[in-house]
């Protein structure tokens, strides 16, 4: 095992996109940022130099953290911000875990632009399951804001509407020709016919879910959220943000030059917006460089029918160890809420995020931040900063459950509050996530920090045990899972990690509404059962 270092600079850089020239904040200069390289069980040591002018952390996003979560990244959870001008440096081992990953900026909307991959190899002589393809290439699906992604949170927030629209898809950084401005600001993998190519996928977006596909080619999914899957061959797959799958595609058409595209399955809201995709070109060699693309078909937006055949092809390839009895079994609504105000006209003085109107929630409780993070209130045991009440159900005074599927419920505020759940180590955790309709129904990217989970079931509707169908055989393990609209998803994972876990939407404005919580797992008795001492130069708040 190896030792890999990396030095992260987060530091404005200017940018010209979609005619406009403005500066970003990015690591390194680069857009997206520099990809992290290991084999599993390497040590990666990454310092963290804030250069910016916005508070900033670094996420690992589907890195467990086997003991040592102090270097997760959410900020306010396990860390506060690194400051303007500080700097951190992050250590941690991938045990046990190889895959596609990625990593982000944890705090404000900062990760619109602060992201990039994290690449994890098997370790020396370990096969893949599928015979080793020609080349690889790293694929990130992002958002491109002309404003100041940090001042859009605020706005939005301010507003108590939707957010707009991001102003272009992009794959790695590249719009495409549909854009204004943007015909030679296309990303571009030149292919040899007849050769396989490893597509590691990452949606490093902010608020859009999206559909993935390559004109006339096949696509062969063998890797979800660096887990690795049957081979399941499709013509699309949708990535919510926070989502990786790796596919295999073969250069088997007549040669040419063939678009890969990404566009939209569902935004927060169902917010309007042009449909346009972002496109790159799959192109032949010996394809004539000013030939036009094949289009890539894409499904229509909200094609739920589309999400659900991809879903249901995801199963686990390696032997599973779903736990089979359940110590702790938690039923956790989310959505979004309409939160009550004082005054009316104009809207004033209300019980969402920052005064404003709107808020989400789990369990009719929409996560409030605290002011110093969770992990230093826990270890040092400081009150006065969180309660331990999260609860296991909805608070029966809300009643949401019976609000889904699209059955507004009169009464949609929730109650603010900085609530979390206790595990005992070692407790076998079953979640089952019930999506509701306060105020629309809509697929939510739920991940969980600190660990992967099965997925063992989903459907539509409400759920209900009677009918619910478990598959404990073969289910995907994953630290994202997309529940269906207006319906349920049930996952199940053993607490042998132990630390302060965020658990929250990865869709960015309803993480800034509240949809989330916080899992602390507690230390077992083992050696290797126990959280040594966090690092000495945590940032403080
Ligand atoms: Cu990818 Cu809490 O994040």
Redesign the pocket.
């Known amino acids: 095992r190896s030792t890999r270092f990396y030095e992260f600079k987060i530091q404005t850089t200017r940018v010209t996109k979609l005619c406009n020239t403005k500066e970003i904040v990015t690591v390194n200069h680069m857009f997206p940022g520099p990809v992290v390289y290991a084999q599993e069980d390497d040590r990666i040591i990454i310092k963290v130099t804030n250069q910016s002018p916005y508070n900033a952390t670094i996420?690992w996003?589907?890195i467990r953290q086997r003991l040592s979560c102090w270097f997760d990244?959410?900020s306010y959870?396990t860390q506060c911000p690194i400051q303007p001008g500080q700097a951190f440096t992050y250590e941690f081992t991938m045990f046990q875990q190889k895959g596609t990953f990625?990593w982000?900026a944890?705090v404000s909307w900062l990760?619109g632009t602060v992201y990039g991959g994290l690449i994890v190899y098997p370790k020396t002589g370990v096969p893949y399951p599928f015979k080793y393809p020609y080349e690889e290439h790293i694929i990130i699906l992002g958002e491109y804001w002309l404003q100041d992604v940090v001042q859009l949170e605020r706005q939005v927030i301010a507003s108590g509407g939707p957010p707009p629209p991001a102003n272009a898809f992009t794959i790695n950084g590249h719009p495409g020709p549909n854009y204004n401005c943007s015909g030679n600001d296309v990303y571009k993998i030149d292919v040899v016919p007849g050769k396989t190519y490893l597509l590691r996928l990452i949606n490093a977006g902010l608020n859009m879910e999206n559909f993935f596909g390559i004109a006339n080619h096949k696509l062969t999914i063998v890797e979800a959220d660096a887990e690795y899957t049957k081979p399941f061959t499709t013509t699309l797959v949708m990535l919510g943000?926070?989502q990786t799958v790796n596919v295999l595609v073969t250069a088997d058409q007549p040669i040419g030059k063939y678009s890969m595209a990404m566009g939209p399955y569902m935004s927060a809201q169902g917010v309007a917006f042009q449909n346009i995709s972002a496109i790159a070109y799959f192109q032949y060699l010996g394809a004539l460089p000013n030939s036009l693309s094949l289009p890539a078909k894409l499904p229509n937006f909200n094609d739920n029918l589309a999400v659900k055949t991809i879903m249901d092809g995801l199963k686990s390839l390696n032997p599973v160890n779903v736990p089979k009895e359940i110590d702790t079994n938690l039923f956790v609504t989310i959505g979004l809420n309409v939160q009550k105000c004082r005054s009316k006209t104009p809207q004033k003085n209300c019980q969402g995020v920052n005064n404003g109107v709107m808020a989400a929630s789990m369990n009719n409780i929409s996560f409030v931040k605290p002011n110093i993070s969770v992990l230093e209130a826990f270890y040092k045991k400081i009150d006065g900063f969180y309660t331990d009440d999260f609860p296991g159900a909805p608070l029966k005074f809300y009643d949401f459950v019976n609000g889904a599927p699209n059955n507004i419920p009169n009464n949609t505020n929730a109650a603010n509050g900085t609530r979390v759940k206790v595990l005992e180590y070692g407790s076998r955790v079953q979640i089952i996530f019930q999506d509701t309709g306060t105020l629309t129904t809509e697929n939510h990217p739920i991940?969980l920090?600190g660990y992967s989970f099965y997925v063992i079931g989903y459907g539509t509707g409400n759920y209900n045990p009677q009918t619910a169908n478990f598959n404990l055989v073969d289910p995907p393990y994953m630290n994202?899972i997309g529940v269906p609209v207006g319906g349920w998803a049930a996952i199940r994972f053993t607490a042998d990690n132990p630390g302060v876990w965020?658990m929250?939407c990865?869709i960015e404005i309803h993480?800034s509404w509240g949809l989330?919580t916080v899992l602390i797992v507690k230390n077992g008795k083992g050696e290797l059962e126990r959280l040594p001492h966090p690092p000495a130069d945590l940032p403080r708040c």
């Open positions: 996420h996003h589907g990244g959410p959870i990625f982000h944890h990760r943000p926070g991940h920090h994202t965020f929250h990865h993480l989330g």
